[in-house]
């Protein structure tokens, strides 16, 4: 309200930071740790976007949880579960918490691996079927080429051998 009437009559209010701080030992203060880490900032921009974006949701949904209290049962049910119709998206959350558990290990957060066991979630297969080098185009265009030179180095030597 205070900022609503400075910038009616023109001032500028003074903005408060809505960042608020991690609670030590929780799973926001997990992911901003690992957001610092070496492994993280060497990933590729194109991976980075990914990663923000599973990292946010575990973040807004489950960043307030100690990963102290973090176990099979809990990540099952707790994490995973809403998944449960979108088995990629939980392959996906499944991964990226793993990420995270090993950061942890690694800073010595964590003693032990609580998502060992968990089976990945089965997911169709998606994309293309398998492809033979005839219906690669890219390979297509290699063995052709391969093949003139082939023809082109036999022909040059077959012509320059005495008779």
């Known amino acids: 309200m205070v900022a609503y009437q400075a910038a009616l009559l023109g001032q500028t209010a003074l903005v408060r930071d809505r960042f608020v701080p991690a609670a030590p030992g929780t799973i926001a203060a997990l992911i901003a740790s ?10 590729r921009d194109t991976s980075k976007t990914g990663y923000i974006s599973r990292l946010e949701t575990l973040r ?10 973090l176990s099979r049962e809990r990540i099952i049910t707790g994490i ?23 950061h942890a290990i690694n800073i010595g957060w964590l003693k ?4 060992l066991g968990i089976k ?4 169709k297969k998606i994309g293309h079927g398998p492809t033979t080098k005839l219906s690669n185009s890219k390979s297509a265009g290699r063995s052709a080429l391969n093949s003139a030179r082939h023809f082109t180095f036999s022909s ?3 012509s320059a051998a005495p008779m």
């Open 60 to 69: 807004t949904e489950h960043g307030h949880r100690t990963f102290a209290g």
């Open 112 to 115: 032990h691996d609580p998502s």
């Open 80 to 102: 995973l579960q809403p998944y449960a119709d979108r088995p990629g998206a939980a392959l996906d959350t499944l991964k990226k918490l793993r990420i995270l558990i090993r």
């Open 120 to 123: 990945r979630p089965k997911i």
């Open 34 to 43: 690992y957001k610092k880490s070496a492994e993280y900032i060497g990933l």
């Open 156 to 158: 040059i030597w077959v």
